[in-house]
């Protein structure tokens, strides 16, 4: 809360009257007599402002200070000074402090340095926000790859999304990037210093499914030697990722909803219920629903998990795309087996181009890894359809454009002096290809 206002003074006298004005004015106060208690009790990001006494038995209203601007140099402190304090204030001052008033001071002078300390503090948790915001997109960028429309939207629901705390399902065909994304949204939000648990429900045999997912006690059946902790207990405060979610067996699926309706679970063998905390993410190919309307999969779970839902397009409607995955791909394998990345050459970029990836990024990272042995590069040769030549201009296009865009910083001038292109011809392209100049210049 931006009115948010935190008093320390040793007399309940000031602080019984400052409670009183602030609250009239709609400040929400709170109180300690000590300054010891109150930075115990103080948020990593408190919203608002301190007024300190300065002389105080214990650690004294300077001390606090220091404390202070240790912790958030930027959180503006008032101090309350006696008569014989205001060199001592001066010099807090000099040291990072906000203001000082000097006591016996009037409601109204306290209520308009207050209401200054407050604009300073919203403004800088505001530039804060915008700075986290530009990191956050720039990490994802280099996560996520790709320029094409559908992957900057995708991009930006996963930004979204990363910080509610909401189950998502995530649809896409095989190697699309799912645990990828479900990855993203678990780094990118408050969950990230907890445990990610990824887990293939199609790589699990049915009679041992209750207990990967639940865990057991020892003795719980044949072969249960040991207390096993399950991938729903060892996800507590993160999140779990559920590959191919449409392979869970149905007595599964029943028990999987009881725990996202009552967050609790037991182990196999086990009478005491076990408090959970986490959030799932779902990933499948097949639409949930209709599975659900085949008898396959229970309609109650699937609109548990698709409280919101992510689709990832597969590698054959965002070509564009693809030259900026091969390099990075290409690149990394290079790296790591200490070689030089062979250069494309037209022939082999037409190929890329044209092979509809039916494995999708997998596949491309793969071709990629081969490209760096040496070894070719290019899709499976013969493919019964691929994509007509318009659509293999306009894919070159658009990476042509981003290669200018990205290599002058944004500087349309550059770019059409580098492309010979019209100022109007520039702009009808860029606008087709959904690229936008700003985009660019952040990264110059």
């Known amino acids: ?6 008093v320390v003074d040793d007399e309940a006298s000031i602080r019984s009257a400052v409670e009183q004005w602030l609250g009239l004015s709609g400040f929400a106060v709170q109180l300690f007599a000590r300054a010891d208690e109150c930075l115990a009790q103080l948020p990593e990001h408190f919203p608002g402002v301190i007024i300190s ?11 606090l200070l220091a404390e202070l601007q240790a912790r958030d140099s930027d959180l503006p402190v008032i101090l309350l000074t006696g008569h014989g304090d205001v060199p001592m204030a001066v010099e807090a001052m000099r040291n990072g402090a906000y203001d000082f008033l000097e006591k016996p001071f009037t409601p109204q002078h306290l209520l308009g340095s207050l209401r200054r300390a407050l604009e300073k503090r919203q403004l800088v948790l505001e530039n804060r926000r915008l700075h986290e915001q530009a990191d956050l997109k720039a990490r994802l960028e280099t996560t996520l790859l790709g320029m094409s429309q559908g992957l900057q939207q995708l991009r930006r629901q996963v930004l979204d999304l990363a910080n509610l705390p909401v189950n998502v399902l995530l649809r896409g065909e095989t190697g ?4 990828r994304v479900a990855r993203c949204l678990h780094d990118f939000g408050p969950r990230a210093a907890k ?12 009679a041992l499914f209750e207990a990967e997912l639940f865990g057991h006690e020892s003795g719980a059946f044949t072969g249960a030697q040991g207390k096993r902790i399950g991938k729903l207990e060892y996800a507590n405060g993160g999140t779990l990722f559920l590959d191919e979610i449409e392979s869970m067996p149905l007595a599964q699926q029943a028990k ?9 679970l037991e182990r196999l063998g086990a009478n005491q219920s076990i408090s959970v905390d986490l959030r799932i993410i779902a990933a499948t190919k097949p639409d949930l629903l209709a599975e659900a309307r085949a008898g396959r999969f229970r309609e109650d779970l699937a ?9 990832l397009a597969p590698l054959r409607e965002r070509r564009e795309d693809i030259p900026l995955l ?37 596949e491309l990272a793969n071709a990629a890894e081969r490209h760096a042995l040496g070894l070719g590069s290019s899709g499976p040769e013969g493919d019964a359809v691929g994509p ?10 658009a990476q042509c454009l981003r290669a200018a865009l990205r290599q002058s910083g944004g500087e349309i001038k550059a770019v059409m002096e580098a492309l010979q292109l019209p100022r109007r011809t520039l702009n009808e392209k860029m606008q087709r290809h959904g690229l936008v100049r700003e985009d660019f210049l952040e990264r110059r």
């Open 388 to 397: 007509s030549l318009a659509e293999q201009i306009e894919a070159f296009e």
């Open 1 to 6: 809360m931006l009115n948010s206002v935190i």
């Open 195 to 206: 445990p990610f648990v990824a887990l293939n429900c199609a790589a699990i045999p049915e």
């Open 326 to 362: 091969f390099d990075y791909f290409a690149r990394t394998a290079a790296e790591r087996l200490q070689r030089s990345v062979p250069p494309l050459t037209s022939v082999q970029l037409a190929q890329l181009l044209s092979h509809d990836w039916p494995g999708n990024v997998r």
């Open 303 to 311: 609109y548990r998990l698709n409280v919101a839902e992510l689709r």
């Open 176 to 179: 699309s990037g799912k645990e």
């Open 53 to 63: 006494d300065v002389r105080m038995p214990g650690m004294d209203g300077l001390q």
């Open 256 to 264: 999987l909803l009881r725990v996202i309706q009552e967050q609790k």
